[in-house]
């Protein structure tokens, strides 16, 4: 007995060992943990644009932020959100890839902080699969994980770190109804 809860104790502190090792070494599964908060402001008169049901920030609330994104994959999993890229919409200021708005009649998303990667994705197709559908849009902007509620970001909460913020051409071609447009669960690629 006491040979068995030794060994037991001697496995347990192998696995200890690999594991702080598989810690230090970054070759745990890759994970996107929070990177801080930010606290809620609440905006100034007429600042806070609620088109689309855009939700504004609350003085006292704590926003979660974060400088990554879920890994992506053929198949990601995302929200979608809706936006408007129009000038004076709820989307806030022009497009980071193009300093353009864009028509909401145009296919167009914003990635969170890490899908974006620093520009990377700038310009460049995803695809997206929801509602029984797939649709193709262009990205041109960046959904802020990493900041908000302030001028810039129209005094919205920052994006979570899994979003795909569309303009309502991209619901509509996935066929979702304008009553339904707010929030769905998708998976998205490059193209």
Request: aromatic share 10%.
């Amino acid at each position: 007995m006491k040979k068995q809860v030794l060994f037991s104790v001697f496995e347990f502190i192998i696995f200890l060992c690999f594991h702080f090792l598989f810690i230090s070494l970054g070759i745990e599964a890759q994970t996107c943990d929070p990177s801080g908060t930010i606290p809620g402001t609440t905006p100034p008169p007429g600042q806070c644009n609620q088109d689309n049901n855009a939700d504004c920030c609350v003085e006292g609330e704590v926003y979660t932020i974060y400088t990554c994104s879920p890994p992506v994959s053929n198949n990601t999993p995302a929200t979608l959100t809706i936006n408007s890229f129009q000038e004076g919409g709820d989307g806030g200021g022009a497009s980071k890839c193009d300093n353009q708005y864009h028509s909401d009649d145009e296919p167009v998303v914003a990635l969170s902080t890490g899908w974006f990667s620093q520009s990377s994705r700038c310009n460049k197709f995803i695809n997206i699969n929801g509602y029984g559908k797939s649709a193709r849009a262009l990205v041109v902007d960046e959904c802020d994980s990493q900041a908000g509620c302030n001028d810039e970001h129209a005094y919205q909460p920052p994006c979570g770190n899994n979003i795909v913020d569309a303009s309502k051409a991209v619901w509509t071609a996935l066929g979702v109804p304008e009553s339904e447009q707010g929030e769905l669960d998708i998976t998205w690629s490059d193209a």
